[in-house]
Each structure stands twice: as structure tokens, then as C-alpha cells.
């Protein structure tokens, strides 16, 4: 078929993970910006000939930085672009959000389609395992990172910038992934009616698979396949963190890795001499999120969003999800990959068709913000050269709350690329009222255990719901309460609230 000049291609794309090393000095390892130059310059090697890549880097429309954890810059992208010495048009960066680089791709995407833009950067970096590695060390050196001067230029910011949690919701100690994802794992086990040690070895065989995908990655920062026992299993090197996930349960952030990938007009790759059977197409993608804060889904155990988005994704490609031969989706923990094939319709279990072509961000490496770059560079390599061939990506932002979709072919789209934002669709769908403040009748609906270093339970949270199915949040103090919800099932048990709105059990 005829490719129009403005249909936006893939062209390159790279990923690059700096290991543990004894022999470099921890000042002496990459920055995040100096990792986000070399990795884009790597894309751009990527492109098929490094002159052809090098003059998509001199023309660039856009160059944007996924935002990094490990250090705040002020303006990253410029940083990066002077490394490389490139001056593009425009910069940009993004806020907070696992989501952050399929919705860059699918802006770029529409921008490029529409002719607003005709080149654009897209690179992320995180370095935290060299960030801790010097809070840890005995001599605590300085790192020699940058600092820009206070009158750097502000880039465009793409994406929602907007607190993760209610106050109530940050009473009761849910200010990281870590302590959240655990909820919402309690409530999928409770809401299938699985029992403790089934729901043990499930996300245990979950994890194992993408552990042996992880195995075979180049650029995968653990590369040591794991049975479900040795994932969901407590002992010395595996501590309980947040129950019911072990540390082998949790994203590994503890990583220095970046990916970056170029995107451009179907024109411009022509104009700098890429051939066209190397090209991967953006077909379609969808952006939407959840109600905002938890309090006021209406369980916790789905995503009404995922579900639309996904959806309205397949169909604008024209595609059913038995089309797709390969997916990645966003698992940071067990329970944001479950909850999304449920919303997408896909078995957790299938091994022809595994769930991540990276090995996920436990194993692979959950470079903060910027994972879905490494998803996308993966996906460009196995689309690449091949014909009739379909994958899925999707990607999270915070608490199951921001999302994005992107469905890549080999092949070019029949009517461009196509893109839809449903957030009307999904703001209409029910949420909880706010709750009293009864001290009874309430039914515990989820909860975990927050765990010291040493491996003891140290506190619980819970989400319960009253009488008119109001949601509220409350704290488990008692060590034999502690005890009996990680040894019997404690959603959909009856309980109270004290006097300093802890729960106490009833039944």
C-alpha cells in the first residue's frame, strides 16, 4: 500500500544498562543525562546507517527526556542536546509516570501525523543504583552530578501533574508504590475467591515467567530466572516487604539502565536514506485515567480505564486482542499486570503469548519513569523486518491511575494513526460516596502489612466500606491482628473502628 509522507514511523531505538562494576569509581559512573545522551546516540546508530541516524538528531523537531528520579534537573533536554551537540527546535520533559513514554509516543505520533512536527527524541535515564550505592558507601562520596543555574529555560511538560493520594489516603502511610500495590493484590485474590496459599503460588508462577523472559534479555539488569517458590517464599535474601509481596514481588528500581527511541515522518526517514522494510508503525493508542484517587473507585481490584482505553485501541486498529502477537504490559507489580490482562481480556497463564517481552521491572529493571521506553525499544526490535505482525504496550502511572496504550505493527496503518482519550467514558462510571465516622458495621474490603528490615510486621492498612458503601482508610496496630490477616483471609471480615480509628476485628 501507498504510505503517505506524514505517516509516523519508528526508526530507531536502543536500550543501555550500566551493571554493577567494582572496578569504576561511583563518581565516575554516568549521570543520568550523560545515560540519556549515550543512549539516544545509540537510537540513532540504530537507524540503519549512523550518518542517517545523525542527521535525524541534527533535524529533530522535539527532543523530550523522560523526568528521572534519581536527580532533578531543571531542563534535562538540554542538557542531553548539548551532550550530543544538536540543537533541536523544541524541548520538553514529563511529569511523574510510569505512562509517560507511550504517551509521549502516541503525541508524537498525532503531531507528526498532523504535521506539527516532523523528527522527534524521545530518551529516559535513571541511575538510583549509583545514587544509593553512595548513600551506602562508608565514605559517602559526592556524586558530580549537574546542577543548572535557577535562570535555565523551563521545557514543555507533557502529562497531569497532580497529587497520587487523598490526605485520608496519606494518613494511614500510603505514600509509595510499594505499600498500594499490595491492596490492590488482596483485593484481586479476595474478589476470585482464592485462597491464601493458591494466591501465593499464582503470582508466583506469574513472576517466574517473566523471570525466564528476563533471563534471555541482554539489557536486563537481573538476568537469573527464579522458580515460584523461590519468588514467593520468605527467607534471608527474600524478606516479606508488603504483604503478601516478598521483595522478589517488587519493582527493582536499583538500577542505572536508559532506552531511547526516534520517531519521524514517513517523509523524513525517506529524506535521510532509511530503508522502508525496517520501519515499525505507531497504528493506534489511547490515553485515560481512573478515577483519580482510590477512595473513589468502585473496587480495587480493576480498571474501568485500562478496559475503555484498550478497547477503543483494538478497535481503531481494526484488531481484535487474539490479533496481537506480542505484549508488554506495565509490571511493576503482580497486581498492575493482572488487573491489566483482565481489562484487556488475556490469560495470565498462556505461554505462547507470555505477558512481557522485557521480563518487567523486577527483573528486567524499573528504571523509574521510564520503562515503557525499554517495552518500546523491545517491541521495535521483534517488529522490525517482519510483515503482518501486532504488538500491544501498555504502560501505568502511579497508583492504577494514569494510562497509556499504544498498539506498533510492522505493517503501515490503512487510515493513519489513530488515537482516543475516553475520559468521558470513564468519569461516568460509579465511584464510592465518602464514608462516616461510625465506629461499626464495616467490612474490611482490602489491606496489607507493612514489614520492618528485620522481617516483623510493623503496621497494617486497610480499606473498609460502611453501611452505605462508603470507602474509608484506617491502621492495624495490633500485632496479633497483624498476625492472623497474613495467616487468614482478611477482606470481607467484619471489624470496628476504635477510638484512634484503628480496626479491630469482629469476626
Not at 477503543?312 to 508488554?328: G, P, Q, R, T, Y
Request: hydrophobic content about 35%; some cysteine; aromatic content about 6%.
Amino acid at each position: 500500500m501507498t504510505i503517505l509522507p506524514n505517516t509516523p514511523v519508528l526508526v530507531g531505538s536502543a536500550q543501555l544498562t550500566n551493571r554493577r562494576d567494582s572496578d569504576i569509581a561511583l563518581t565516575e559512573r554516568d549521570e543520568p543525562v550523560e545515560l540519556m545522551a549515550k543512549v539516544l546516540d545509540l537510537a540513532a546508530q540504530d537507524c540503519g546507517s549512523k550518518n542517517a541516524g545523525r542527521k535525524l538528531l541534527e533535524q529533530a523537531s522535539l527532543l523530550c527526556t523522560i523526568q528521572s528520579l534519581a536527580w532533578q534537573y531543571i531542563n534535562p533536554a538540554q542538557l542531553v542536546a548539548q551532550k550530543l551537540s544538536i540543537e533541536p527546535k523544541a524541548l520538553s520533559t514529563t511529569t511523574t509516570g510510569g505512562n509517560s513514554p507511550q504517551m509521549v509516543a502516541s503525541y508524537a505520533a498525532r503531531a507528526i501525523q498532523d504535521g506539527r512536527l516532523d523528527i522527534v527524541l524521545v530518551t529516559g535515564a535513571d541511575c538510583v543504583y549509583t545514587r544509593r550505592a553512595a548513600r551506602k558507601d562508608p565514605t559517602h562520596p559526592a556524586l558530580p552530578w549537574t546542577v543548572q543555574p535557577e535562570d535555565t529555560p523551563i521545557p514543555l511538560t507533557l502529562g497531569t501533574n497532580k497529587d497520587p493520594t487523598t490526605t485520608a489516603e496519606s494518613e494511614v502511610g500510603l505514600d509509595r508504590p510499594a505499600k498500594v500495590f499490595p491492596l490492590f493484590e488482596n483485593a484481586i485474590r479476595h474478589a476470585n475467591g482464592w485462597t491464601l496459599d493458591e494466591h501465593r503460588k499464582k503470582i508466583g508462577q506469574l513472576w517466574s515467567s517473566l523471570s525466564k523472559i528476563a533471563e534471555n534479555n541482554p539489557h536486563a539488569w537481573q538476568q537469573q530466572a527464579k522458580t515460584a517458590e523461590e519468588i514467593y517464599q520468605v527467607d534471608e535474601t527474600n524478606r516479606m516487604v508488603c504483604f503478601p509481596y516478598t521483595k522478589l514481588l517488587n519493582a527493582n528500581m536499583q538500577v542505572d539502565q536508559g532506552a531511547a527511541f526516534i520517531m519521524c515522518s514517513y517523509e523524513a526517514a525517506q529524506r535521510v536514506g532509511i530503508d522502508s522494510d525496517s520501519l515499525v508503525f505507531p497504528v493506534s493508542g489511547a490515553d485515560a485515567d481512573d478515577h483519580w484517587f482510590m477512595s473513589h473507585r468502585w473496587d480495587l481490584h480493576s480498571s474501568p480505564a485500562i478496559k475503555i482505553a484498550g478497547e477503543s485501541a483494538l478497535e481503531m486498529a481494526d484488531k481484535s486482542i487474539d490479533d496481537i502477537e506480542f505484549v508488554d504490559l506495565y509490571s511493576c507489580f503482580p497486581s498492575a499486570v493482572q488487573i491489566a490482562a483482565n481489562a484487556l481480556r488475556l490469560p495470565t497463564n498462556d505461554p505462547s503469548r507470555p505477558l512481557s517481552i522485557t521480563g518487567g521491572l523486577t527483573f528486567a529493571g524499573g528504571p523509574g519513569n521510564n520503562y515503557v521506553s525499554h517495552s518500546i525499544s523491545a517491541m521495535h526490535k521483534l517488529l522490525r523486518g517482519q510483515s503482518h505482525k501486532w504488538g500491544i504496550i501498555t504502560g501505568l502511572g502511579w497508583y492504577v491511575t494514569k494510562h497509556s496504550l499504544g498498539v506498533w505493527s510492522s505493517d503501515p496503518p490503512q487510515n493513519g494513526f489513530q488515537y482516543a482519550n475516553p475520559q468521558e467514558d470513564v468519569n461516568k462510571l460509579p465511584q464510592r460516596p465518602p464514608t462516616s465516622t461510625e465506629h461499626h458495621d464495616i467490612t474490611v474490603e482490602t489491606y496489607t502489612v507493612w514489614h520492618n528490615r528485620d522481617g516483623s510486621p510493623e503496621l497494617g492498612i486497610a480499606s473498609y466500606l460502611n453501611g452505605d458503601g462508603g470507602r474509608g482508610w484506617a491502621k492495624i496496630h495490633d500485632q496479633d491482628t497483624l498476625i492472623e490477616i497474613e495467616n487468614n483471609e482478611g477482606c470481607g471480615r467484619r471489624a470496628e473502628l476504635n477510638d484512634t480509628y484503628s480496626i479491630v476485628l469482629v469476626d
